[in-house]
């Protein structure tokens, strides 16, 4: 794994990852310390959270079961709408 950074952003990758940011996208290694520092150590920034408002009411609907209506089945536990066993 190596550390690359570019103006303020720090990224740990694999090796061949690396060589190919470092020569051809404009990133350049740096430490580990230095990356520690700045990202993994690093006080978390807090954000606001925005609250996601419901347009239509979804998500307020109660659970119904899919089955409201009893089965009719004969004495040998065949479905009599449908034919099939229900065992």
Same mark, same amino acid.
């Given at each position: 794994? =190596?550390? $690359?950074?570019?103006?303020?952003?720090?990224?740990?990758?694999? &090796?061949?990852?690396?060589? @190919?940011?470092?020569?051809?996208? !404009?990133?350049?290694?740096?430490?580990?310390? #230095?990356?520690?520092?700045? $990202?993994? &150590?690093? #006080?978390?920034? #807090?954000?606001?959270?925005?609250?996601? =408002?419901?347009?239509?009411?979804? !998500?307020? @609907?109660? +659970?119904?079961?899919?089955?409201?209506?009893?089965? =009719?089945? &004969?004495?040998? !536990?065949?479905? +009599? #709408?449908?034919? =099939?066993?229900? !065992?």
């Amino acid at each position: 794994m =190596k550390t $690359v950074k570019k103006g303020k952003e720090y990224k740990r990758v694999f &090796d061949i990852v690396a060589d @190919h940011m470092v020569k051809n996208q !404009g990133w350049a290694f740096c430490p580990k310390s #230095e990356w520690r520092e700045k $990202v993994r &150590d690093a #006080e978390p920034v #807090e954000t606001k959270k925005k609250v996601k =408002k419901n347009k239509k009411g979804f !998500g307020k @609907h109660k +659970l119904v079961p899919i089955r409201t209506r009893s089965i =009719k089945v &004969d004495d040998a !536990g065949v479905n +009599l #709408e449908t034919g =099939k066993y229900s !065992g």
